[in-house]
């Protein structure tokens, strides 16, 4: 919600902006017309407000998906409305008030026409400013998340130094737990340091000896329980892609898949050449979890940094089959 201190302050910046537009056309009018008075341009001025903050009003409420036709038709509505409101806020208010804009009785018709141009073009005005505020309010909100982001890395910070103090105590009373807390405590690092590689790669050594240490821990976590085939064939040479890019595929496959099935195991697949490197992973579907769908949860962030990485180097395919979900990655490193 908008702050009382804020809606003031947008309050007073319209206010200086309406009056420096009437100063404006005063001036503008007072060179063709030196007996043009001040107050009639306000009084001008007051209609001319009432149809652009009508406008956009309409187009806040309106200008949604599925809304747009009806949005339209009320602003035709709108007009009409507003020109018979102006018609006798000019011929007879103001007079009323001894402030005559027109020296001459007018006729509906012409006014009318007159008002059309005076109405499209403060609509074109409200269109444009719907825009802009459209653009800054999704640049705040960008900034609000970033922020967001940077205070919730606190909280995995404060977890991996948490994770070293109970290693030291997990070790004296059972070394395999201390070895897993130690293994977790570097992965939480690992994805903690993704989000600084400038390059937005990382070697396929780091990568795959993070991955090592997920596989690992969820072992423990399952007690050997789930039925894994992990292999690695060809040899490391320097061959890189983004970090996370297997952890976080691999994750989701522990997370949703059914790993109970040894005639259907977690297959995970890595193989490698000269600048080359070749992923698959297929798992399982789990039949009771209805948020399978959650599998491509941070494909679109992976795809987005294999285009900024890789651009036109890379394939990537994700399968979600009846019964099982297969993903396969491919990256040039040339």
Not at 308 to 323: I, P, V, W
Request: glycine fraction near 2%; proline fraction near 4%; include cysteine.
């Amino acid at each position: 919600m908008v702050s009382i201190d804020l809606r003031s302050k947008i309050v007073r910046q319209h206010a200086l902006a309406w009056l420096a537009y009437d100063i404006v056309l005063y001036l503008v009018n007072y060179v063709s017309t030196p007996a043009a008075k001040f107050i009639d341009v306000l009084c001008l001025s007051i209609m001319y407000a009432l149809v652009f903050y009508s406008n956009l009003y309409l187009l806040h409420r309106f200008m949604k998906k599925g809304t747009v036709i009806l949005g339209i038709l009320i602003i035709l509505i709108s007009f009409v409305l507003l020109s018979i409101i102006g018609y006798y806020y000019v011929t007879m208010l103001l007079p009323l008030m001894s402030i005559r804009i027109y020296p001459q009785p007018v006729d509906f018709i012409p006014f009318i026409i007159s008002a059309l141009v005076i109405y499209l073009r403060f609509l074109i005005y409200a269109v444009l400013y719907f825009q802009v505020q459209r653009v800054i309010n999704k640049e705040r909100q960008n900034a609000r998340l970033e922020y967001s982001f940077l205070r919730s890395q606190v909280n995995p910070h404060f977890l991996h130094n948490t994770l070293n103090a109970l290693f030291s105590q997990a070790l004296i009373c059972s070394p395999p737990l201390a070895d897993n807390i130690m293994k977790l405590s570097k992965l939480m690092r690992y994805s903690l340091e993704s989000i600084e590689f400038d390059s937005g790669k990382v070697s396929i050594q780091k990568e795959l000896e993070h991955l090592q240490a997920l596989i690992d821990i969820n072992n423990m976590r399952f007690s050997n329980t789930k039925s894994i085939e992990y292999s690695i064939d060809g040899e490391m040479r320097g061959q890189a892609l983004p970090p996370l890019s297997i952890i976080t595929v691999v994750e989701n496959a522990f997370k949703y898949g059914d790993l109970k099935d040894p005639q259907n195991p977690l297959i995970i697949k890595v193989t490698l050449s000269t600048n080359h490197i070749y992923f698959y992973c297929k798992n399982k579907k789990r039949r009771n979890n209805i948020e399978l769908s959650s599998h491509n949860i941070g494909l679109t962030n992976l795809r987005r940094r294999l285009d900024m990485a890789f651009k036109d180097k890379y394939s990537m395919k994700a399968t979600n089959g009846l019964e099982f979900y297969v993903f396969e990655l491919t990256i040039n490193n040339n």
